[in-house]
């Protein structure tokens, strides 16, 4: 029986924690059972649910490295998985940029569409797994 | 000094149509709309704005959901940029009256189908209201909002001094379209070449967030972006063949042959290449030939107003008079 100590958890390794072969990704707020109660809030945008396999941990942090060094960060600078490009001042020349960065690293191809989509750092690293995966198939 | 003098007297008398310097303090003067074909362009320098009881006020008149977005970004500058550009576009557009005075914060705003933002009209009295366009552009140094009547626009501004990660030409060739990777590969000068790069770019930007579809609608690759210029057809590399307009060639958009868009890009406050795209009228010939009317005011929303047409502020390059 897990005890849970403090009050907080943090969201990142919760999430990891819980299913780590499947996820359900840009999910807003969830609340999960720490007493057996069932779930309170689920707030999706359903017009971007879907679920997808987790990118490994070493594709996040590539991807992080790209978006620091394009946006001029500071190398101890908190960039996650959850990190949105807007968010960290992205304009969408920096944007394009980090995309062409992701392709010529990962030797993959990305879509205006797929593009268009990208929102976090996370939602860059699956995509660009899905493509490498696509591209073995 | 007496040049300056001489200078500003010229300026004074060559826009008799642009408004004076107002300061109108926690209050914003009222405007008359944009003529049809007509665009205004307002802008912030974000290092102008410092004072925190001002940026409250602009924290007063956005919605909750602005609020939280201003919140969300990271570190002090960009909450900064986000509060002012939110508060410009809200001040901006209450200005704009026809009947009523609008609050700024009592505007609303929807997205379209394809994620631009619109006002969302509150029909009071029945009363029609104006079909005013607005987009808007920033970088760490400039604010920017281009507001129309009638017309679709989009606006995309860039620091002049702005140099890209990766390789020009190979960044061309991944996202511009054969012609443009022609047109840069030709300039040997590596300046040069950037300059017209972030010209490029900006034009490019604009024309696809006045269409107002998405990245994805109208991808980089599909259209060409041509200046034209006195020797027509010709690839120059010579500084001095102006341009006497710009042109957008669309690959796949049969569309194309209805809509008529007019672009402007000019120099902005000395720093920045702003561009302007804005859907032609459909009755003149050609594509959009005619130089875009347009009224520049640098802004300080409760604060001031200054029109800066005609001024060093303002330097066009090309679809102006």
């Known amino acids: 029986m897990a005890s849970v100590t403090g009050t907080s958890i943090s969201m990142a390794s919760f999430k990891a924690s819980l299913a780590p072969s499947s996820r359900i990704s840009n999910v807003k707020s969830v609340s999960f059972p720490i007493s057996g109660k069932s779930f309170t809030t689920l707030r999706m945008q359903p017009a971007r649910f879907r679920i997808s396999c987790a990118a490994k941990p070493e594709t996040v942090t590539k991807v992080c490295e790209i978006v620091k060094k394009q946006l001029a960060l500071p190398d101890d600078s908190a960039v996650t998985g959850e990190s949105k490009f807007a968010a960290l001042g992205a304009d969408s020349l920096d944007t394009v940029e980090i995309v062409m960065g992701l392709e010529e690293e990962f030797g993959i191809s990305v879509e205006e569409d797929s593009a268009q989509s990208i929102a976090t750092v996370q939602d860059a690293a699956d995509l660009i797994e899905n493509l490498i995966e696509k591209k073995g198939a | ?321």
Not at chain 2, 84 to 91: G, Q
Not at chain 2, 167 to 172: E, H, R, T, V
Not at chain 2, 189 to 211: C, G, H, M, N
């Open chain 2, 1 to 321: 000094m007496l040049l300056l003098l001489l200078r500003h007297r010229l300026n004074f008398m060559m826009n008799i149509r642009c408004f004076q310097r107002s300061f109108s303090a926690a209050s914003l003067a009222p405007l008359q709309l944009p003529s049809p074909m007509e665009t205004h362009l307002w802008y912030i320098l974000p290092n102008e704005v410092k004072n925190a009881s001002l940026l409250n006020q602009y924290l007063e008149i956005l919605s909750p959901c602005e609020k939280e977005n201003v919140f969300r970004m990271r570190g002090d500058q960009l909450q900064r940029r986000a509060l002012l550009a939110r508060a410009l576009v809200r001040t901006t557009i209450a200005r704009y009256q026809t009947n009523s005075q609008v609050e700024p914060r009592s505007l609303k705003f929807k997205k379209n189908i394809y994620g631009k933002p619109e006002v969302e009209w509150q029909d009071v009295d029945g009363s029609h209201l104006p079909p005013l366009h607005f987009n808007i552009s920033h970088t760490s140094s400039i604010i920017a909002c281009g507001v129309t009547v009638n017309s679709a626009i989009g606006i995309d501004v860039e620091e002049k001094q702005r140099k890209l990660k990766n390789n020009i030409l190979a960044f061309a060739r991944r996202y511009f379209s054969p012609y443009e990777v022609g047109l840069l590969t030709a300039i040997s000068d590596p300046e040069f070449q950037r300059q017209e790069f972030i010209k490029l770019w900006t034009l490019k930007e604009a024309y696809v967030k006045a269409l107002g579809r998405g990245f994805s609608a109208a991808p980089f690759k599909t259209f060409t972006i041509r200046f034209r210029t006195a020797t027509q057809g010709h690839l120059s590399e010579r500084r001095d063949s102006k341009a006497f307009d710009v042109v957008v060639d669309s690959f796949d958009d049969p569309k194309n042959l209805t809509s008529n868009w007019q672009f402007a890009l000019l120099e902005l406050a000395g720093s920045h290449y702003a561009a302007i795209c804005i859907e032609g009228d459909r009755t003149t010939e050609g594509n959009g030939t005619r130089p875009m009317k347009l009224t520049v005011r640098r802004t300080i929303p409760f604060v001031e107003d200054e029109c800066v047409s005609g001024t060093d502020a303002v330097v066009a390059i090309v679809g102006l008079t």
